[in-house]
């Protein structure tokens, strides 16, 4: 019978600091954003930053689908600011990998403009 959970990996990068521990959160993805209880998140996690990235680890994730989303960088003390937009993804076989990329990654303007 196949598995119904895997792990799921979460590569972020583009942090604006080369070390110390950042942590992310899986919730899931029914819904709109407005209605995630940021208190209440499926799955929590953190790992180091090294040069920039990190790669953080959620264990033994239920099949489904999910919002990955960074929640807070060590020295941080007000909210954090949306630098790495929040990413829909579907958890499934025995490994998932998601990535979370800057805004400017993401929107960098085009040559010339």
Do not use: C, K, Q, W
Request: proline letters at 10%; glycine letters at 10%; a negative charge.
């Amino acid at each position: 019978m196949p598995s119904l959970h895997g792990d799921v990996v979460v590569h972020v990068r583009g942090l604006h600091r080369d070390r110390g521990p950042v942590l992310a959160v899986l919730f899931d993805a029914d819904g709109d954003s407005s209605n995630r209880d940021p208190g209440r998140p499926r799955h929590v996690a953190s790992a180091p930053v090294l040069e920039g990235d990190a790669s953080i680890l959620f264990r033994d994730v239920d099949h489904g689908r999910y919002v990955a989303s960074l929640v807070r960088r060590t020295g941080d003390t007000g909210p954090l600011s949306p630098t790495h937009p929040d990413v829909v993804f579907d958890a499934r076989g025995n490994e998932t990998h998601v990535e979370l990329e800057p805004h400017e990654r993401l929107h960098a303007p085009r040559p010339g403009a």
